[in-house]
Structures are given as C-alpha cells and as structure tokens.
C-alpha cells in the first residue's frame, strides 16, 4: 500500500489522500477537495484513480467528488446513511465492509459518529495498520459536534474503537490542526512533558511534509485518550467544580470537548 497524504494549502488546512496499490497502479481518493493536485500527482505516478471515498458530508470533503470523478470515470463510495447529503454516491458503507483498491490494498471500515452521525474511517489491513479518519480524531484532538454531529457519539467512537486499535497504527487525519491542539493539551495538562517537546519542535512548520503519528503518541499527547489523568480531571475541576473528585471518563470527554468549543 502506497500512502500519499496531499496538503491543500487552503484556509481550512485540509489533508487529502491517495491510496495506491503498487502492483496495480489503481488508486482511492480519499476526500479530494484539491481535485487538481490530486489529479495530477495521480497523473505524474502513474496511477488510476478508481474510487472516490468521502469519511463525511462536509463541502470541504465532498467538493472536489465531481472534478475528480468527471475526470476519471471513479466510483464514489460513502456511509450508507449519508446520501441525503451526499450527491451521487454509488456504494453506501457499513461497518465491516472492505473497501478493495487493485489487488493487494484492503481498508476496513469504521463506523464512526460524532463530528457527523455518518461517518466513516478506513482500517488499513497491513503489517503496520494505517487510519485514514476524517474529522473524528486528529493529531492531539478530536473532532468538534457543531455540523450535524453529537459528543455522546464522539465520546463513544473514542473509547469504544479508537482507543482500542493497535497501537502501532499510523494516523491520517482530515486537516492539520496539531499545534493549536498541542496548546488546549497543554492548558489541560501543563506538566505534559510530550506535548511540550512536540510545540517546541514545530513538527508540521512545513504542513507538505507533516509529522505521521502512531496512536501510542496519540495517547501521550492527546487529551481525549488521556481521561484518566490526574492533572487532567483536577484542571478540569478548577472550571467544572460540580464534577467531584472521581468524574467517569465520559463526564472528563464532555467537559474537554465543551472547553475546546471555545478555547
């Protein structure tokens, strides 16, 4: 499996993504709002793009579907419950399903409702799993509720399936929001030791070349992993004092995404 994560350069500061099989050349695009550079990467490569898939119903996911497809004659797949917002989808996804690219690339699909109540990662079947998530999870944050999503949802998608993936896997996310990410964890959590060194670097000062993640460093910098931390629930009582001492982790989860609306 061939990874090409493309920076748009765009205001909303959006990653779009190629997915290729090297014995066949075919490729995904994954929610290609740049259709233009997608295209002509997939053009200098040697590829064919076969398939569109868009995680969610956002315009700055699905704006590039019909340049892309009118230039390429792909297929477009997205969840199964977003053809309402989603115009032209010929493959509603469900959890379990296999999305095929050539012969060799197999991506799982994930269920995943929060930002939007349907949405969609992609698992990658490969030695070191690869997860391509849209607007649920990003580097050191997790997507906001505001377009049609619910942090109940959100909370649940974390706890019941991300935080149970192999810890190994490589994470793609929709936009590159990792330095003001960086700062919330740190206003949650001063003393994060990690988060600190990763500000300081400035690791995606060149977002064409942005840092990969694994999701064992998620969980050392990511406040949404870390609702068990003792600085981070006593923080969170300093503003929430009604939550005692022993808040639930779900309890933690609403209060850091309610913060993070308006931080």
């Not at 350069?9 to 740049?34: H, K, M, Q, S």
């Not at 419950?81 to 991506?107: H, N, R, T, Y």
């Not at 997507?143 to 896997?169: S, W």
Request: aromatic share 8%; with cysteine.
């Amino acid at each position: 499996m061939i990874v090409k994560q493309i920076w748009t350069g765009n205001a909303y500061r959006n990653f779009n993504y190629l997915v290729a099989c090297p014995d066949t050349g075919e490729a995904l695009a994954i929610d290609p709002l740049d259709h233009r550079k997608c295209l002509d990467y997939a053009d200098n490569q040697g590829w064919q793009i076969t398939q569109v898939l868009n995680t969610h119903h956002h315009g700055d996911h699905i704006g590039g579907n019909a340049s892309v497809i009118a230039a390429t004659g792909a297929t477009l797949l997205a969840h199964a419950g977003a053809g309402g917002a989603i115009p032209g989808i010929d493959q509603g996804l469900a959890a379990g399903d296999v999305v095929k690219v050539g012969s060799s690339v197999e991506l799982e699909v994930l269920d995943t409702p929060g930002h939007t109540m349907s949405h969609v990662c992609l698992l990658s079947r490969t030695d070191t799993p690869a997860l391509f998530c849209g607007d649920t999870l990003f580097n050191a944050g997790a997507g906001n509720c505001h377009n049609g999503g619910h942090p109940e949802e959100l909370y649940q998608t974390f706890v019941r399936q991300l935080a149970k993936l192999d810890e190994r896997t490589l994470i793609y996310p929709g936009h590159d929001y990792l330095e003001n990410n960086l700062r919330f964890t740190l206003d949650r959590e001063p003393k994060n030791r990690r988060a600190r060194e990763l500000l300081d670097a400035n690791p995606n000062s060149d977002p064409a070349n942005a840092m990969v993640t694994s999701l064992a460093e998620e969980k050392e910098f990511n406040t949404f992993f870390r609702l068990e931390n003792p600085e981070v629930i006593a923080e969170l009582r300093d503003v929430f004092p009604e939550i005692g001492a022993n808040p639930d982790s779900r309890t933690v989860f609403l209060k850091l995404r309610e913060l993070r609306n308006s931080w």
